[in-house]
Antibody, heavy 127, light 108 residues
């Protein structure tokens, strides 16, 4: 059973860089058609997709965050990471890592969904 | 960007009731829609993918339907453990992925 676990500082100062890592266990990060993703949720609010990375290193980011986000993957450690620069209080949220599974059969898209999630880690931006 | 509008934002129903949540997309997204359940303090859980397909292990009282711009999520018989917030999510506007605002379901 694949499991995801976020790790990183719970407190970041304004203007600094938020850095989180997601460790994947129970399976190889390199296997299958998976996009390794980050999603965040401010307290009492909805879900916001941040971006995802494929195991070949290709990335896609939310246009609203693109200028500040960098995702990377370390297949040797079965980990992927998020860096969000120039943070403000508006970046305070629970950050989730998630596996986005994409399945196509004979060119037909069968499934494209976040089917595995980490438990989430709270990050507060404050001086 | 495709906007996803869920309604209602919250509802209260009795155990055993049929509960229906709607999700409207700002443009045609075919059937590229998923539904998630999020219990308090927990990560979201995938329930329905591709608008109407039940994820493995999810109880059959949950179902989804719709295509184009209008989608429906139904709990056929509300159970106490279904107390949660439910989110729709589109994947038509790739690479951007967006969620609806959520519907909080409570027991009356």
């Amino acid at each position: 059973q694949v499991q995801l676990q976020e790790s990183g500082p719970g407190l970041v100062k304004p203007s600094q860089t938020l850095s989180l890592t997601c460790t994947v266990s129970g399976g190889s990060i390199s296997s299958g058609s998976y996009y390794w993703s980050w999603i965040r949720q401010p307290a009492g609010k909805g879900l916001e997709w941040i971006g995802h990375i494929y195991t070949n290193g290709s990335t896609n980011y939310n246009p609203s965050l693109k200028s500040r986000v960098t995702l990377s993957v370390d297949t040797s450690k079965n980990q992927f990471s998020l860096k969000l620069s120039s943070v403000t209080a508006a970046d305070t949220a629970v950050y989730y890592c998630a596996r986005r599974t994409v399945i196509t059969i004979f060119g037909v898209l069968i499934k494209d969904a976040f089917d595995m999630w980490g438990q989430g880690t709270m990050v507060t931006v404050s001086s | 960007d495709i906007q996803m509008t869920q309604s209602p934002s919250s509802l209260s129903a009795s155990v055993g009731d049929r509960v229906t949540i709607t999700c409207q997309a700002s443009q045609d997204i075919s059937n590229y829609l998923n539904w998630y359940q999020q219990k308090p303090g927990k990560a979201p859980k995938l329930l329905i993918y591709d608008a109407s397909n039940l994820e493995t292990g999810v109880p059959s009282r949950f179902s989804g339907s719709g295509s184009g711009t209008d989608f429906t999520f139904t709990i056929s018989s509300l159970q106490p453990e279904d107390i949660a917030t439910y989110y729709c999510q589109q994947y038509d506007d790739l690479p951007s992925l967006t969620f609806g605002g959520g519907t909080k379901v409570e027991i009356k």
